[in-house]
């Protein structure tokens, strides 16, 4: 976060040389220089992707810093939903399941609440929504033949967590 790539170099150098005292190493895969003026890069850290974006509703010309999500986060937190929706599970009760469910989304979602994640919320909330119609089409004998087993506001009530809703945006300038 320096203006110049000078600057960028001379703090990496002096990262390098704390971490060489502390015994420790940069992972050459992971320690890179990434230049974010005007939107054009990216990096991912502790499970965030962070990015400057440009502001649309405010001045066209004024970049602001976002982080959301990084698709690896997103990935581990539906692998673990499709662990907890699992076929093996048909046997129990949906609120068992809901039950299972609340502790990771509620985690998830705590750590990522305060990036600009509102798009990634919403895809899984419905991701959820629909592994768990997907569950109770697995459980046999209860195919409804017209409509879906529950809608999402029913799910909702029954006490499944949700994310959308959730995000607090800190109270910065981030230009």
């Not at 929706?85 to 998830?108: C, E, F, M, Y």
Request: some cysteine; charged content about 30%; hydrophobic content about 35%.
């Amino acid at each position: 976060m320096t203006p110049t790539e000078s600057q960028a170099k001379e703090a990496l150098r002096q990262i390098q040389f704390v971490m060489s005292k502390l015994g420790l190493v940069p992972h050459p895969e992971k320690t890179r220089m990434v230049d974010l003026r005007r939107g054009t890069g990216s990096f991912v850290f502790l499970g965030c992707t962070i990015r400057k974006k440009r502001s649309i509703l405010r001045n066209p010309r004024w970049h602001f810093m976002h982080r959301w999500p990084s698709p690896k986060a997103m990935k581990r937190l539906r692998d673990r939903v499709r662990e907890i929706t699992d076929s093996r599970h048909r046997g129990a009760d949906v609120k068992q399941i809901i039950a299972k469910l609340n502790p990771v989304l509620r985690g998830w979602g705590n750590y990522f609440r305060t990036g600009t994640c509102s798009r990634e919320f919403l895809k899984m909330d419905s991701f959820v929504y629909l592994r768990l119609v997907r569950w109770f089409y697995r459980r046999g004998g209860q195919r409804p033949t017209k409509h879906a087993p529950w809608t999402s506001p029913q799910l909702h009530g029954m006490g499944l967590h949700r994310l959308r809703g959730t995000v607090r945006y800190p109270a910065q300038d981030h230009r």
